[in-house]
T-cell receptor, first 115, second 116 residues
């Protein structure tokens, strides 16, 4: 019930295309859903996050779509650029219960954007 | 602004040798501190987290231990390394109020440990 399932494992997109990464969760107590971006040899960096009381959050070319009833959320990268090539992680946590203070991460998606 | 420091960046250690990885956070007080391990460049596994000095919670039984001797210092240790301890170790911090939209998790740049 603590799992976050992420797909696809890898994704290849042409420059200017749309990259879409999907995540699904089971724990209905989750109330915080961040996405992290990780470049090789570096720690993950927070990219964008959403709360379950909104269905969409947009920051520049990055958008999170959230479907509470389906327990799914996704990251859309518009106009993908070679510099977006990285590993992306979705994650979830809850403000209370046994998940307090802990993020449950998806397995990651390796995104490659070809020029 | 807050910063997190981890060292060393890379480490090669023989099997059976001890380990000590250090992490410090600057610019904040009473942070929650975390150790994660990332194997094969992919998933992130929470190893330990701490909500205060001397308060350590272990998530996964293993060959490792953690200590928090000071408010903003977190140390990951092992008495005898195993081959399976190889990986990318990440320290992270969040505000004491816990993880939320207004209190995200911030990672350091990690230590690449290779056990030979």
């Amino acid at each position: 019930q603590q799992q976050v399932k992420q797909s696809p494992q890898s994704l290849i997109v042409q420059k200017g295309g749309i990259s879409i990464i999907n995540c699904a969760y089971e724990n209905t107590a989750f109330d915080y859903f961040p996405w992290y971006q990780q470049f090789p040899g570096k720690g993950p960096a927070l990219l964008i996050a959403i709360r379950p009381d909104v269905s969409e959050k947009k920051e520049g070319r990055f958008t999170i779509s959230f479907n509470k009833s389906a327990k799914q959320f996704s990251l859309h990268i518009m106009d993908s650029q070679p510099g977006d090539s990285a590993t992306y992680f979705c994650a979830a946590s809850s403000a209370g219960g046994t998940s307090y203070g802990k993020l449950t991460f998806g397995q990651g998606t390796i995104l490659t954007v070809h020029p | 602004s807050q910063t997190i420091h981890q060292w060393p960046a890379t480490l090669v250690q023989p099997v059976g040798s001890p380990l000590s990885l250090e992490c410090t956070v600057e610019g904040t007080s009473n942070p929650n501190l975390y150790w994660y391990r990332q194997a094969a460049g992919r998933g992130l596994q929470l190893l330990f987290y701490s909500v205060g000095i001397g308060q350590i919670s272990s998530e996964v039984p293993q060959n490792l231990s953690a200590s928090r001797p000071q408010d903003r210092q977190f140390i990951l240790s092992s008495k005898k390394l195993l081959l399976s301890d190889s990986g990318f170790y990440l320290c992270a911090w969040s505000m004491l109020t816990g993880l939320s939209y207004n209190s995200p998790l911030h990672f350091g740049n990690g230590t690449r440990l290779t056990v030979t």
